[in-house]
């Protein structure tokens, strides 16, 4: 008796052992050095119209200048702290999970059967896939909002891979 029970626990193992497991975030192409240098020059030259403006009389320019500075810092700020958004996907036997991760910290967990799992695809000819969506006993999520087209398509596939493989049977 209790073989089998050590037997059942162990299989219970290998079913809830993630198959798949993805980190989705999203790309930004100018680094934290990039952000400081692309500061440095628009300062730069912010600071040094500003200044002339002032100088030759025209100071509501120069106050737009430094208007103009504040506005591209805060929109780049803003735009980094998007980038701090994370979804964490992993798939096994037994259970498909989706963790969202708002940049404020915020999680959101989202449970679905395997077998119950319907995973779509919306797309279009000349862009591929614009959403993909995971749907399941009344429930649903949109995965990978804020993936590029490429990233989207090769997550899609090994997405719809790790399904086909826990869904066929043992």
Not at 5 to 13: F, L, S, T, V
Not at 66 to 89: C, H, I, K, Q, W
Not at 147 to 166: I, Y
């Amino acid at each position: 008796m209790m073989e089998s029970n050590a037997d059942n626990a162990a299989q219970q193992a290998v079913f809830e052992q993630p198959v798949f497991a993805a980190e989705l975030y999203p790309h930004r192409s100018l680094g934290r050095k990039g952000f400081r240098v692309m500061l440095l020059l628009t300062g730069g030259f912010c600071l040094f119209y500003g200044l002339f403006f002032v100088a030759t009389g025209a100071w509501p320019i120069g106050l737009f200048f430094g208007l103009d500075f504040l506005l591209l810092y805060g929109a780049f700020r803003l735009n980094y702290r998007s980038a701090r958004t994370r979804e964490l996907v992993t798939v096994s036997r037994t259970d498909i999970a989706v963790r969202k991760i708002a940049p404020s910290g915020r999680t959101i967990e989202h449970h679905f059967n395997p077998f119950w799992t319907r995973f779509m695809v919306r797309r279009d000819d000349e862009i591929g896939i614009l959403s993909m969506h995971i749907s399941g006993q009344g429930r649903g999520t949109d995965i990978g909002s804020f993936l590029n087209p490429d990233d989207r398509e090769s997550f899609a596939k090994a997405f719809k891979r790790a399904l086909a493989t826990v869904t066929q049977r043992i």
